[in-house]
């Protein structure tokens, strides 16, 4: 249970905190379901590789290699269907954010041209002008993590695997999803709390 904003209190599944040194990190659950996508994919195909191979040496009887066979050949569909319905909700995100970086483009180049018409004053202008800077800069590395995202669930569906070099997931990717505000957490043991 977390509070939010406004004080509201919200339930996270276990699954979508991932603790990051003393605090912990809320991941969007778009990229949660995407991740895991990328991870099971190549464990599917891992495991139909090694059947065969016992296959080959005709350890097993026919019938149970079937058998487990075709129970990794559902799983491997019901996971590609997965990744195709979070493929799309991927892309429906990086067009708004598509949208959203035009909107704050143009913003940016009126906020300029008013400028130079002397219609709006300097220390405004400066304070307006980088928050809207840091707003782009914001919603480029939210569109980009989402494109890798995709491409690397693409990958991952065409059996193009791709491992990161420390074998771990960056945070930035983490933080990145579906219009969700990345959230710190603050944990307070209620226990030792005196009421």
Not at 101 to 113: F, G, H, M, R, T
Request: hydrophobic fraction near 35%.
């Amino acid at each position: 249970m977390i509070e939010s904003e406004n004080s509201e209190f919200i339930f996270y599944p276990l699954k979508l905190l991932r603790q990051d040194g003393d605090g912990l990190i809320l991941i969007p659950s778009l990229n949660h379901r995407a991740e895991e996508i990328i991870k099971n994919i190549p464990l599917i195909w891992r495991k139909k590789q090694i059947l065969e191979e016992i296959s080959a040496m005709k350890r097993l009887p026919v019938e149970e290699l079937v058998e487990i066979e075709k129970g990794f050949r559902t799983e491997f569909n019901d996971l590609k269907s997965e990744a195709q319905i979070v493929s799309k909700e991927i892309e429906a995100q990086i067009k708004i954010y598509a949208h959203l970086l035009k909107e704050l483009n143009s913003a940016s180049i009126y906020l300029e041209v008013e400028q130079e018409l002397n219609a709006v004053e300097r220390i405004p202008f400066n304070t307006v002008k980088e928050s809207l800077q840091n707003k782009i800069e914001h919603i480029e590395l939210k569109k980009r993590n989402l494109e890798d995202l995709l491409r690397r669930i693409t990958n991952a569906t065409l059996g193009e695997i791709e491992c990161s070099k420390s074998g771990t997931p960056s945070k930035e990717n983490d933080l990145q999803g579906q219009g969700e505000k990345e959230l710190i957490v603050h944990i307070e043991d209620l226990s030792r709390k005196k009421f």
